[in-house]
């Protein structure tokens, strides 16, 4: 009898000890499934843009992305409260030279942009275009100025960019608005205040390709990102504007995340339309 109750409580705790490690088993694996999806959740959405109020900026390798033969994009990537943060700007090879459209974040990383045209494409820089007044956009201004290159804006970019230590673009912007650049042309348009006050976009006839810089975001974006400067009513207005004046438009390049087409200026719309919801 006492044989039979101690194989029985043996049996007992046996069963309980498999209950127990079939329990964790199961707690540990649900975990893991949960933070596994939720990393993938996160590592593709494309983080929003950073304001120029703040923290430095750590230097990053510069990436190339072929658009055309003539247009590439450069993605540099800043860091700021821990978080790293891509941005993308153009550079237009023609037979005189190159074109940069916004600077990287940094005045090391601009110096990497340009050792890299010399050395990719066999290029000197002609000038510089600057889209608004935020450090994703304007950091370089400095170093072009070092290298006697030209970098050129509206007048209230160079406001804003002076006010907030950027360096001292040419704002000749709003009158000479089309700009010759050996075998291309390059056009400025300021459709209003919509991402920041100043925000322009820059369109390239030659190839049509519009640079709609933060003004338009990327399909991935599930949201508006950095909006402390923007106007929330009068950017849906500002991005009509771009779309009637540029129908024609085959690329459409955002400020952060992949480039499209025009659906990337309608999903920036919606975008809007959810948000003042």
């Known amino acids: 009898m006492d044989s039979a109750r101690t194989r029985y409580t043996q049996t007992f705790l046996s069963l309980q000890a498999q209950i127990r490690f079939y329990f964790l088993f199961l707690t540990f694996c649900l975990g893991f499934s949960f933070s596994h999806c939720h990393f993938h959740k996160d590592s593709d959405r494309i983080p929003a843009p950073v304001s120029p109020e703040l923290g430095p900026q750590k230097t990053n390798p510069i990436e190339w992305i072929k658009i055309k033969e003539s247009v590439w994009m450069h993605r540099s990537y800043g860091e700021s409260g821990g978080k790293v943060y891509p941005a993308n ?8 030279g190159a074109v940069v459209i916004d600077t990287p974040w940094t005045e090391s990383q601009t110096e ?3 050792s890299d045209i010399q050395s990719k494409f066999q290029k000197q820089v002609l000038y510089g275009i600057v889209t608004h007044a935020h450090n ?3 950091s370089g201004v400095p170093f072009f100025q070092k290298q006697n290159i030209p970098v050129y804006s509206t007048n209230l ?3 804003l960019a002076k006010e ?3 360096g001292n673009p040419n704002p000749i912007l709003d009158i000479q608005t089309r700009l010759g650049a ?3 042309s390059v056009e400025v348009f300021y ?3 919509g991402h920041s006050v100043d925000n322009i976009v820059v369109w390239l006839p030659d190839t049509h390709i519009l640079f709609g810089g933060c003004l338009v975001k990327s399909l991935d974006a599930k949201d508006l990102g950095y909006i402390q400067e923007a106007n929330m009513e009068e950017w849906e207005i500002s991005l009509k504007k771009v779309l009637a004046r540029y129908p024609d ?5 955002p400020g952060h995340g992949d480039w499209g087409k025009l659906d990337l200026l309608r999903h920036t719309i919606r975008l809007l339309v959810a948000a003042n919801n």
Do not use: M, W
């Open 136 to 138: 994703d956009r304007i």
């Open 191 to 193: 459709p209003g205040h």
């Open 249 to 253: 438009a085959e690329v459409v390049v």
């Open 157 to 159: 970019t160079a406001k």
């Open 164 to 166: 907030r230590g950027f």
């Open 112 to 114: 990497e942009l340009f």
């Open 182 to 184: 050996g075998n291309q």
């Open 89 to 96: 700007g153009l550079v237009i090879l023609t037979n005189k």
